[in-house]
């Protein structure tokens, strides 16, 4: 197992691209309650490295772009998958409590992508425990964004 420190300010890495080339491809799933795909959070830098990494990315979120006060455009996360290599899959809410989603059919979602690896951000929601107990063959991440 190699640790490959990024740095999302300027794509660069600690190993020789020739690295990139010769490792196995990873089917990889990012959950995140909101996204913006013109916005500069860093869900969007992760999103945007599968240029260089050239796994498959799936990108799992909501419709509700209340957060940044716009309407949801289809358009831009076509032009968004386009361009980065992710594939963008716009769930709808089960239901909404303060700021945190919760998905319907999130679950049977990620069992159909069969991921390597489940990136969940935002704030402390619990989905994770969830996953840990139905979990197979993956590795869950958990970026929480709340102090506790």
């Known amino acids: 197992m190699k640790v490959v420190q990024i740095n999302t300010m300027t794509n660069k890495t600690n190993l020789k691209s020739s690295y990139y080339n010769k490792r196995k491809k990873h089917v990889v799933v990012h959950v995140e309650d909101y996204f913006d795909p013109s916005a500069g959070y860093q869900i969007n830098e992760l999103l945007m490295l599968n240029i ?12 509700d ?4 006060h ?7 996360d076509i032009e968004f998958s386009k361009k980065y290599n992710v594939i963008v899959h716009r769930l709808e ?3 909404k409590f303060s700021y945190r989603i919760y998905f319907r059919g999130l679950f049977k979602k990620i069992k ?3 991921p390597d690896l489940v990136f969940l951000h935002s704030i402390g929601d619990f989905k994770d425990l969830v996953l ?15 102090s506790w």
């Open 132 to 146: 840990w107990k139905k979990k197979k063959d993956y590795i869950i991440v958990r970026d929480c964004h709340m």
């Open 70 to 76: 716009k309407d949801y455009d289809e358009q831009k």
């Open 112 to 114: 159909n992508i069969n």
């Open 93 to 95: 809410k089960f239901f």
């Open 52 to 63: 260089k990494y050239q796994d498959e990315v799936h990108l799992i979120t909501s419709t």
């Open 65 to 68: 772009m209340s957060p940044f």
